[in-house]
């Protein structure tokens, strides 16, 4: 079965560096999403994006985080300046034609320790 | 309270029972889909159940909706130790602009005791 890949699993960054998180979303779906966990609490909504640019993001979803699809397959999370607050398990998701009646699926996800 | 939340938070069962979750929402919604999230792990889509639906099953997995009463209930029968998880209803509504947003409750902890 086709699958969300997300590299790295898990990453430890100093407070104040930049940080990229990867996703390689199934091949033939349109709309990408990242998502997060804060340990013990429920899953946030980050940002949606669709033919190349974003198409919702939350409140979360400040200047510090952009989103990135330089090629054909790749779709980055780039969060500047990390924050201990960011620290928290990633999740990109990708689905075919939108949420309105096909199956999000999730990656396994990038643990991110701000140190 | 606020939209897709599941009770209980938490619940124990010996293996071979049933186990029913619940989830309650409050806007309107177009579908709504149930995750499982084994610790620290990744989500792992279950089942989707659109609006116009009122059950669904796959497998062990029998969801259902009510879409006047807001709620939607995940049974998991015959359980087994390896359902030990958390289980997670999400709730797809449309957002405006041709966009829709998947937004998740904090989920019920399943404990199945062999």
């Not at chain 1, 199934?26 to 033919?51: A, P």
Request: hydrophobic share 30%; net charge neutral.
């Amino acid at each position: 079965e086709p699958e969300v890949t997300q590299t790295p699993s898990h990453q430890v960054t100093q407070m104040g560096q930049e940080v990229i998180l990867r996703c390689v979303p199934i091949s033939n779906h349109l709309y990408f999403y990242w998502y997060r966990q804060i340990l013990g609490q429920k899953v946030e909504f980050l940002v949606s994006f669709y033919n190349n640019e974003i198409s919702e993001k939350s409140e979360i979803f400040d200047d510090q985080f952009s989103v990135e699809r330089p090629d054909g397959s790749n779709f980055t999370l780039k969060i500047r300046s990390t924050k201990l607050e960011d620290s928290a398990m990633y999740f990109c998701a990708s689905s075919g034609q939108g949420n309105s009646g096909n199956t999000i699926y999730f990656g396994e996800g990038s643990w991110l320790t701000v140190v | 309270s606020q939209q897709g939340e599941e009770d209980p938070q938490a619940l124990s069962i010996q293996e071979g029972e049933n186990a029913t979750m619940n989830c309650s929402y409050k806007t309107s919604i177009n579908n709504l889909q149930w995750y499982r999230q084994n610790s620290g792990r990744g989500l792992v889509h279950l089942i989707l159940i659109r609006s116009n639906e009122r059950e669904k099953h796959s497998g062990r997995l029998r969801v259902t909706l009510d879409t006047s009463k807001k709620s939607s209930s995940l049974l998991i029968t015959a359980s087994r130790a390896a359902d030990t998880a958390s289980y997670f209803c999400a709730t797809v509504s449309y957002s405006g602009a041709g966009s829709y947003q998947l937004t998740f409750g904090k989920g019920t902890k399943l404990s199945v005791i062999p």
